[in-house]
């Protein structure tokens, strides 16, 4: 069964009295190009386990687990895990969950990678919650997203608030463009798979200090940092005026000036 033909896939929402639901963001994707490179991003080794949030119809999952020991799909539409029973009765290595990703607080699983085709509402609450909150974090995230939210995740210039929250965590680039043709239904623009490698050493400063900071700085992007971050730390402009220029930032610059390093020696050098 190609999970990849329009035609098959029309069939089986059609046998399962289904219709590609907006609110979760349901495209499929048929373009076994864009299939290949997301299985190429995730480099998975016979002995690894995958976690895939969101399989669908089991498109990738079925690739996944030809490849993987163990693949763990998370799913919270009923109706689509009908579906996955029939697309993948013949891979016993799959683990199929009927769950809101959202609120799994833990996953028994200890050395895994992500891999995911998600929707634009999803996104940023996903990787927060793997790479802020979970305790065992994955190796990986290989994601599908919109162009324009894997552009803003992987920008080194003109960074915005989640830009900083996942590069503080992970190595994050951009794989390659999928074209919206590459979906069906086909969505209004295009998209991009990104590869988020999580940082294995440890934390350079106080998380909790650091995002009190960040989110400071960003609370209005437009502007200056000593405006914002004055207002909301709640610390005098002199003092604030100090801190910034003893570490060589311009008082009058906008957070989205900003590096990671620039955030870290900030942290470092808040005692005021």
């Known amino acids: ?53 969101g399989p669908g119809i089991g498109t990738l999952t079925k690739e996944l687990a030809k490849k993987a020991e163990k693949v763990i799909a998370v799913e919270k539409d009923r109706k689509m895990i009908e579906i996955l029973k029939e697309t993948l009765k013949d891979f016993k290595n799959v683990k199929i969950l009927e769950k809101d990703i959202l609120k799994i607080k833990e996953l028994e699983i200890k050395d895994y990678k992500v891999v995911a085709n998600l929707p634009y509402y999803i996104v940023s609450p996903i990787i927060r919650k793997f790479l802020e909150s979970m305790k065992i974090r994955p190796k990986y995230m290989i994601l599908m997203v919109q162009k324009e939210v894997a552009q803003r995740i992987t920008a080194k210039q003109r960074m915005n608030l989640l830009a900083v929250s996942v590069q503080f965590y992970a190595q994050a680039k951009i794989i390659g463009y999928v074209p919206k043709k590459s979906f069906w239904p086909e969505p209004k623009v295009d998209g991009a798979i990104i590869k988020l490698e999580v940082k294995k050493e440890k934390l350079k400063v106080d998380k909790d200090s650091f995002f009190k900071i960040v989110k400071a700085g960003f609370s209005q992007p437009r502007k200056q940092l000593i405006n914002n971050l004055s207002k ?18 311009e008082p009058t610059q906008r957070a989205e000036t900003l590096s990671i390093e620039n955030w870290i020696k900030l942290t470092k050098n808040y005692t005021i």
């Open 232 to 249: 909301e730390l709640k610390v005098s402009r002199e003092k604030v005026n100090e801190w910034l220029l003893k570490n060589n930032i």
């Open 1 to 53: 069964m190609d999970l990849t033909s329009k035609k098959v896939v029309k069939s089986l929402l059609k046998k399962h009295k289904i219709s590609p639901q907006k609110q979760f963001g349901q495209n499929f994707l048929i373009d076994k190009l864009a299939l290949k490179k997301v299985l190429l991003a995730a480099e998975i080794k016979p002995n690894e386990t995958i976690l895939e949030i």
